[in-house]
C-alpha cells in the first residue's frame, strides 16, 4: 500500500495518457453476492471478490451474525449458518451494509446493534427499518444507531415503502424476502426510485440463486416487487471489474487526450456503469469495445452535456469533474438523491469545483456548469471516496490541485492513490 500525503497533490497528466488497465471487482456485486451467499441453503465462493472497507464491513458483518467468511484470498468462501446470538454490527459509511443487512439480520435470534461512522448517522435507513417493523421484525429507531431484536423468523407480507431517497430501501427487502414465511410483496409510493439498475441488478442475482422475483422491469414508474418464499441456491458468483470505479480512469483518456482501455469490461452487465459508455461518446470521446476490454480515447476538446442522471447516480462526480472542464455548458438533472450519499454530493461539487474556478451553479436536484478557467487549490473530499475521484480528474488537467483524505477511496478501491499514480 503506497502512502500519501494529505492533502495529496494530484498527478498532472502533462502528456496523453496511455494505459491498460485492470480495476478491482464491483462493490455493488460483492456486497449482493456476499448477502446472498449467506442465506443460502449451502456454502459457495465469491471469486475475485472487491477487497475493500465497504466489503470488508459486509464480510464482518456476516461473520457476526454466524456466518463464517474466509476472506483470505481472491476468493472467498462463505459457509451460511442459522444467525444467533447478540452481536454489533460496523456499518461503516457503507449503504449497503447499512441497508442490506438489516432485514436479513432479522431471521436472527438474538439482538443486532447497528452503528457506523458520525455522517452515517444522517443518510436514510428510517424507511427500511418501518417496512421490517411491518413484515413482523422487532427493532427501535429510525435512523443510526439502531437495535434489532430478532426471534428466529420472519413473518414477511405486503409493506409500502418510499424508496425515493435510494433505491437500496427495495433492494435490502428482496435480497432477504425469500427467507420470509411468506415472502415479501414491496409497493413504493413516491417520486420515482432513483438508480433503478441497481434494482435489476438485485432481481437478476436473486434469480441466479433461483429465487422467484416478480418485478415491473426497468422504467420509471417501477413501484412494485414481489419475491416468493423460497430456498435461496448457493451459486459461485464471478465479479466483474467495478464499472462505476472506472469513471476517473476513463475520464483521465477524456481530459488527457490519451488512451485507457479498461481490461475485462462485460458486454452485458447489470452494473450501472456500463452507462459512462454513452456519456463518454456523448461528451465526444471515442468509445470502443477491443479483445482486452473497452477502450477510451478522449477528444481535443471536451463537450458539455445535458443528462438526466436518476439512473445512475454514483457516476455524477466524475462526470461533473469532466464538465467543469469542458468547452460548452453542462446540465446534469434528476440527481437530489445524491444529497444522500456519503455526503450532500451536490453542495460539496459546487463548493469544490467552484472553489477551483469552476462556474457552477448548485440546483435542488442538479447542477448547471458553464466553461471557466480552472486554477489549483485544495480539494476536499468530505469521507466521499467519489468527491476523491472528481478532484483526481481536475488535477490530471490542471496544475497544482491538492486533494485532501485521497485515502477515503479506499471505500471501494484498494490503493487507489497508488494505482492512480502508477498511470502517468
Ligand atoms: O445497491 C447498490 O449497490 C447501490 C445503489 C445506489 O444507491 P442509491 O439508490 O442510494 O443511489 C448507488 O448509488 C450505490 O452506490 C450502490
Ligand atoms: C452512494 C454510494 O455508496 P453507498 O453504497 O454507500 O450508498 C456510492 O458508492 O456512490
Known sequence: MTSVPDPWPAPRATSPVDAVVT???????????????????????????????DTALMAAALTSLGSAVDTAGEDWSVTPAPFAGDVAVDVGLAGTVMRFVPPIAGLTRGT????????MRNRPVGEVLTALRGLGVQVDGDALPFTLRGSGTVRGGTVVVDASA?????SALLLAGARYEQGVDVRHDGTPVPSLPHI???????????????????????????VAPGPVRPVDHVIEPDLSNAAPFLALAAVSGGTVTVRDWPRATTQAGDALRGILAQMGCEVGFTDAGLRVTGPDELQGVDLDLHDVGELAPAVAALCALATTPSHLRGIAHIRHHETDRLAALAKELGGLGADVVERPDGLDLRPAPLGGGLFHTYADHRMAHAGVIVGAAVDGVLVENVAT????????????????
Open 112 to 119: 443486532v446493534a447497528f452503528d457506523g461512522d458520525a455522517h
Open 166 to 170: 435510494s433505491s437500496q430501501f427495495i
Open 409 to 424: 477511496t479506499g471505500k471501494t478501491f484498494p490503493d487507489f492513490a497508488g494505482f492512480w499514480s502508477g498511470l502517468f
Open 23 to 53: 480495476l478491482p471487482g464491483s462493490k455493488s456485486l460483492t456486497n449482493r453476492a456476499l448477502v446472498l451467499a449467506a442465506v443460502a441453503d449451502g456454502p459457495s465462493v465469491v471469486r475475485r471478490a472487491l477487497r475493500s472497507r
Open 200 to 226: 435489476d441488478m438485485t432481481v437478476a442475482m436473486l434469480r441466479q440463486h433461483g429465487v422467484e422475483v416478480d418485478d415491473p422491469g426497468s422504467g420509471g414508474g417501477a413501484n412494485r416487487w414481489t
